[in-house]
């Protein structure tokens, strides 16, 4: 994939961060396709892209083999959490990066009690310089979320730097417990509606960033839509301005080419 950072003189620098759970290539009428879900990535051209549900249960209908698919389809950097291994059908996600990863390591969190969950932890080279990424999928119980986002919340440190938490936080109201651990640590939050893809109604895929950042979300075509249950959800991030930082408009996604 090109690269989709400003390079032109003058230009301010950008980075383009995506989040999307991929429903295990699973889109409208059922059917698994590992290319299509390679098509939106492409089209949304992102420096860093989280991609949850990852997914090799062919058992249950999806392509075996998915971290090793998307591995030697997407090049760059990857760091892996496989949260349910299975010889040849394992389950998870994933942090894809453009630029070099620095250093990487993975927490499992707390109150796994339905499925074991777990946060990639990375430090990325960016246009931007280095950025740490929180990347994860939290559980379906309100207590789970609730601890988990505390655990995640306690690895920031009393300078959060240049940091990105984002994922599938699997919460349904805007200003849950989830978003109250993690905005007092990472107070530029973005997201939009992205849950159901067809007719998006809830706040489940989100990107928090620290103050060192302005943040825009940015529209996806309709077509997106055809191939998860889920939108993506794409971020497009600045410096912040010496004034503070303010989040842009959150628009709807836009029609069919």
């Not at 997106?224 to 503070?244: Q, R």
Request: with cysteine.
């Amino acid at each position: 994939m090109t690269s989709n950072s400003s390079t032109e003189p003058g230009a301010r620098r950008r980075l383009r961060i995506v989040s999307w759970n991929c429903h295990g290539s699973i889109g409208r009428g059922g059917r698994c396709d590992p290319e299509r879900t390679l098509a939106v990535i492409a089209a949304l051209d992102p420096d860093i892209l989280a991609l949850q549900e990852v997914d090799g249960r062919s058992h249950l209908g999806r392509r075996a083999l998915a971290f090793e698919f998307f591995a030697a389809r997407l090049g760059g950097y990857l760091v892996e959490a496989r949260t349910v291994p299975r010889e040849r059908r394992d389950y998870g996600h994933l942090l894809w990066s453009r630029g070099r990863v620095l250093r990487s390591g993975v927490h499992f969190l707390p109150g796994g009690r339905i499925e074991p969950r777990a946060a990639v932890d990375a430090v990325c080279q960016t246009a931007l310089g280095p950025v740490r990424v929180l990347a994860t999928h939290l559980g379906l119980g309100p207590w789970s979320r609730r601890v988990q986002a505390r655990f995640l919340a306690s690895t920031i440190g009393a300078d959060a730097g240049q940091l990105v938490a984002l994922g599938d936080f699997n919460e349904w109201r805007h200003g849950g417990p989830v978003d109250a651990a993690l905005c007092e640590r990472l107070p530029v939050r973005v997201s939009v509606p992205s849950w159901p893809a067809r007719w998006p109604l809830v706040h489940m895929d989100r990107l928090y960033a620290s103050s060192a950042f302005q943040a825009t979300a940015r529209a996806v075509p309709a077509w997106m839509a055809h191939a998860s249950d889920h939108l993506p959800l794409v971020v497009d991030l600045l410096p912040a301005e010496p004034s503070g930082i303010t989040a842009g408009p959150v628009p709807r996604r836009t029609s069919s080419p």
